[in-house]
């Protein structure tokens, strides 16, 4: 199986900062890795595709970058809204599997 | 864009089966493969099984496999996910999935809205 490996796996921080969010594969999966927003209480939704690419009505300033192991998601200028916990997910094996989230927290 | 509503689930005894629904709208069912992700209590996410459109190809997890079945109806619209001898560790929200297929590399969109199970005697 292709371990994720997220960090950190809390994070405070204020509105307006900028945030990274880290993700580290235990193989190379080229840029066959997403990430997911999941706010409280609700189900996850789907935020970047393809390391880099924007879902559909996603705000600007989240960001993904990197490729084969070591992938970052960054938010800009964070928006009280962004307060959530976010998971990557690598599909380059048929067994997609899940870091262990980062949750986002109001300092 | 697609819609996904869930059914079924509750409280079972280990042991016991439950038959979890999916009814999907606003997309050719049909076309896509479709999965189905948990998350136990306070834990992460973590995928279960999939079934692609026409329900020839299925594959689960090593943690369900000889335990759940997924199924699919695509002249209802409908995805299933059958839980057989259930256990205390299968408890979880188990959220229904679309795979969308993007340059060759799948992500899952939309989600359902998620459906509790819960085992415990």
């Known amino acids: 199986d292709v371990q994720m490996t997220q960090s950190p796996s809390s994070l405070s921080a204020s509105v307006g900062d900028r945030v990274t969010i880290s993700c580290r594969a235990s193989?190379?999966?080229?840029?066959?890795l997403n990430w997911y927003q999941q706010k409280s209480g609700e189900a996850p939704k789907l935020l970047i595709y393809?390391?880099?690419s924007l879902q559909s009505g996603v705000p600007s300033r989240f960001s993904g970058n990197g490729s084969g192991t070591d992938f970052t998601l960054s938010i800009s200028s964070l928006q009280p809204e962004d307060f959530a916990t976010y998971y990557c997910?690598?599909?380059?094996?048929?067994?997609?599997?899940f870091g262990q989230g980062t949750k986002l927290e109001i300092k | 864009e697609g819609q996904l509503v869930q059914s079924g689930g509750g409280l079972v005894q280990p042991g016991g089966s439950l038959r979890l629904s999916c009814a999907a709208s606003?997309?050719?069912?049909?076309?896509?493969?479709m999965n189905w992700v948990r998350q136990g209590p306070g834990k992460g996410l973590a995928w279960v099984s999939r079934?692609?459109?026409?329900?020839?190809?299925?594959s689960y997890a090593d943690s369900v496999r000889g335990r759940f079945t997924i199924s699919r109806d695509n002249a209802k619209n409908t995805l299933y996910l059958q839980m057989d001898s259930l256990r205390v560790e299968d408890t979880a929200v188990y959220y229904c999935?679309?795979?969308?297929?993007?340059?060759?590399?799948?992500?899952?969109?939309?989600w359902g809205q998620g459906t509790q199970v819960i085992v415990s005697s």
């Open positions: 999935v679309r795979s969308r297929v993007v340059r060759r590399i799948i992500s899952f969109d939309p």
């Open positions: 606003e997309f050719t069912f049909s076309s896509y493969w």
């Open positions: 079934i692609n459109g026409d329900g020839s190809s299925i």
């Open positions: 193989q190379r999966i080229s840029t066959y």
């Open positions: 393809t390391v880099s």
């Open positions: 997910q690598q599909s380059y094996t048929t067994l997609y599997t």
